[in-house]
């Protein structure tokens, strides 16, 4: 059974960071890209940031220099580290685990962070 599980979504203020683990299990985690997206209310859902299995990262426009996609294949779990928050980074932050090659495409229930004074 496949599991995409993200956590670290908290309230925090404006310049503050936060940290979100997303773990994997029941895939080979190795193989897949592993990308990070949010969804605002009443918005819709936006890539943030995304890394290959490579190690290759890209990283939305509106969130470089701020925020920092990690992967640590040994511990299945990929990480983003949020710097300089604000107002508007927030949403619901979601993790997405996809295999091109074979058709896979695993998606997290979310991690509500809220950027608030």
């Known amino acids: 059974q496949v599991r995409v599980v993200e956590s670290g979504g908290d309230l925090v203020q404006p310049g503050g960071s936060l940290r979100l683990s997303c773990a994997a299990s029941?895939?080979?985690?190795?193989?897949?890209?592993m990308t990070w997206y949010r969804q605002a209310p009443g918005k819709e859902r936006e890539l943030v940031a995304g890394?290959?299995?490579?190690?290759?990262?890209d990283y939305a426009n509106s969130v470089k220099g701020r925020f920092a996609i990690t992967r640590d294949n040994a511990k299945n779990t990929v990480y983003l580290q949020m710097n300089n928050l604000k107002l508007e980074d927030t949403a619901v932050y979601y993790c997405?685990?996809?295999?091109?090659?074979?058709?896979?495409?695993?998606w997290g229930q979310g991690t509500q962070v809220t950027v608030s004074s």
């Open positions: 997405n685990a996809k295999w091109g090659g074979i058709g896979a495409d695993f």
């Open positions: 029941g895939i080979t985690f190795a193989r897949y890209s």
């Open positions: 890394i290959t299995s490579g190690g290759t990262s």
